[in-house]
């Protein structure tokens, strides 16, 4: 179950949002919801390592590469240390 969260903002503030969100076909909650994730998602260096990974997989499986591909060319700086 969701739990509410009370902020209080400038009514001007307000406004716009609420006209940003109406213009997206979107409610006010959801936008600050979006926000906040982003917000958190931004700061947590853990999902940014995943995310870095996984974007890396991806390119590295265009271009043909595979994980013995990968795993020789780590073996291979390390033996250069």
Same mark, same amino acid.
């Given at each position: 179950?969701?739990?509410?969260?009370?902020?209080r903002i400038d009514p001007?503030?307000?406004?716009?949002?609420?006209?940003?969100?109406?213009?997206?076909?979107?409610?006010?909650?959801?936008v600050v919801r979006e &926000?906040?994730?982003?917000?958190?998602?931004?700061? %947590? =260096?853990? $999902?940014? *390592?995943?995310?870095?990974? #996984?974007?890396?997989?991806?390119? &590295?499986?265009?271009?043909?590469?595979?994980?013995? %591909? =990968?795993? $020789?060319? *780590?073996?291979?700086?390390? #033996?250069?240390?």
């Amino acid at each position: 179950m969701d739990s509410q969260m009370l902020i209080r903002i400038d009514p001007e503030l307000k406004e716009k949002i609420t006209q940003y969100a109406r213009a997206e076909g979107k409610n006010v909650s959801q936008v600050v919801r979006e &926000l906040i994730k982003d917000y958190v998602k931004n700061r %947590d =260096i853990g $999902a940014y *390592i995943d995310d870095l990974w #996984a974007r890396t997989g991806t390119k &590295l499986r265009r271009k043909g590469r595979t994980e013995a %591909d =990968i795993a $020789a060319a *780590i073996k291979s700086v390390r #033996a250069k240390e």
